[in-house]
């Protein structure tokens, strides 16, 4: 079959692209012909049909999506504002056309448009465009608009109703999955809709993040020693993912710093008074509100924090400086341990992404976690599934919680043997439950329905 896999963008560092493209590759596998649709796409050379008006961050979306769930102000009445969503919808609508009719499509896989509820005329358009080309549809969702703050008090009545008819639309060509359990009971008792589970997975059967001559300088580009601690944040900076509790964490360790100096590191390292302990974050920063918040805290309690975005990409790069940008997967090369303090995912990506790279990991135990993952008994060290908030705003578990958790940590950090049994037995039950190899399956089992 000829199949397009749509989505916002393509080729970022994002969960949602990223399995994109493990589903694309498996597809692929199977003999299929794939092309992306997407508003933008972040590596040069990804292929992809461009829709300018699908942008995740197109200024008109974004004034839209302020109007619509936070306050009507940029329109005298709604009506205006319900011609935007609909002239917007109407060059979606005419290009998507376009491109599944030139590219003789089967089968249209759409991600996240049909449930986040950020882009209302993207999901009338791929709707209207799917009815208009009698084309199977399978609706891959990740997010969905009511597990969002943002979408829960529409504005207007009108857009009420557009979440309820298209996020997601109900049509017998249309095959639903979601990511985790709880997001298939709830769509099903919210709409009657039937999803299958499908989990995030990972190819662990690829070759190993190493240091290699690319990536060997990368401490060194950062200013942080060889025999110094680096605890990774990978993942995108926003408030859902929980940073505050990695830096609680991470200064309870750093109280005890006296318990590591002198000590032989399990890689061998000796880490000494001199040394110093990092919070690395690698991510996109999307909230300049909670970044600054995450760097006073960090100030506050004597963790240092470096944020290295600038120089991170998908893939390996020389930018327009002449300067080295490295691959995420580069910058895990250089960590010691992984944070993953996530409060709320629709999975949880770059929790793989660790056990991948062979590093412990922090987390905590998000709702997700608890009914999908936590079964498969990884080794983690956690933070447990309570957390408070105080009066910013900001998420904070109990101090004894800290404690334990900087006491796993340090023994971790000194102890060769538990080191490479964490990751060995993290390496294991990864391969086993959620390799490429299970979701080829899946995969094979949703398309053994259509034919070509």
Not at 218 to 232: Q, T
Not at 237 to 260: F, M, P, S, Y
Not at 307 to 332: C, T
Request: proline share 2%; hydrophobic share 40%.
């Amino acid at each position: 079959m000829r199949i397009a896999l749509a989505h916002f963008r393509v080729g970022e560092t994002d969960g949602v692209s990223l399995e994109m493209d493990k589903w694309k590759l498996q597809l692929e596998k199977m003999g299929h012909t794939c092309i992306y649709i997407a508003g933008s796409k972040g590596v040069a050379n990804t292929p992809c049909y461009i829709i300018e008006e699908l942008r995740y961050r197109h200024p008109l979306k974004i004034k839209i999506v302020d109007n619509c769930y936070k306050a009507l102000i940029d329109y005298s009445d709604e009506c205006f504002l319900l011609q935007d969503i609909l002239a917007m919808e109407q060059q979606i609508e005419i290009k998507l056309i376009q491109i599944l009719r030139e590219q003789r499509i089967d089968l249209l896989i759409v991600n996240n448009i049909w449930s986040l509820g950020w882009d209302l005329a993207a999901g009338i358009a791929f709707y209207n465009a799917v009815k208009a080309t009698d084309i199977y549809c399978i609706a891959h969702h990740h997010d969905f608009f009511w597990e969002r703050e943002l979408y829960q008090n529409p504005t207007c009545a009108f857009v009420k109703d557009m979440l309820d008819r298209y996020f997601p639309p109900k049509d017998k060509r249309i095959t639903h999955c979601v990511i985790n359990k709880i997001a298939g009971e709830t769509l099903k008792s919210r709409s009657g809709v039937v999803a299958q589970v499908v989990p995030n997975v990972f190819d662990f059967a690829a070759p190993a993040w190493k240091k290699d001559d690319y990536n060997k300088d990368l401490r060194e580009r950062c200013g942080i020693k060889a025999n110094d601690i680096v605890f990774l944040q990978a993942t995108r900076i926003c408030e859902r993912k929980g940073l505050e509790l990695a830096i609680d964490t991470l200064a309870e360790v750093n109280h005890r710093k006296l318990e590591l100096v002198n000590r032989t590191l399990y890689n061998g390292e000796l880490f000494s008074e001199e040394n110093n302990i990092w919070y690395l974050l690698a991510g996109m920063d999307e909230d300049f509100t909670y970044y600054n918040k995450i760097v006073k805290q960090a100030s506050e309690k004597s963790v240092s924090i470096k944020w290295i975005g600038d120089i991170v990409d998908y893939s390996r790069k020389i930018n327009a400086q002449g300067d080295k940008v490295y691959s995420l997967w580069d910058v895990y090369t250089m960590a010691d341990f992984v944070t993953y303090p996530s409060l709320l995912e629709g999975w949880g990506n770059q929790l793989l992404e660790g056990v991948f790279a062979e590093k412990p990991e922090l987390i905590y135990e998000y709702p997700v976690y608890q009914t999908d993952i936590a079964e498969r008994k990884f080794d983690f060290v956690s933070l447990g599934n309570q957390v408070f908030s105080d009066a910013d705003g900001m998420k904070f578990v109990s101090g004894d919680t800290y404690k334990k958790c900087a006491d796993s940590i340090i023994q971790i950090l000194t102890n060769t043997e538990r080191y490479r049994q964490i990751i060995s037995h993290n390496l294991d039950v990864g391969k086993k439950y959620f390799s490429y190899q299970q979701l080829y399956g899946i995969l094979e089992n949703l398309l053994s329905s259509y034919s070509e």
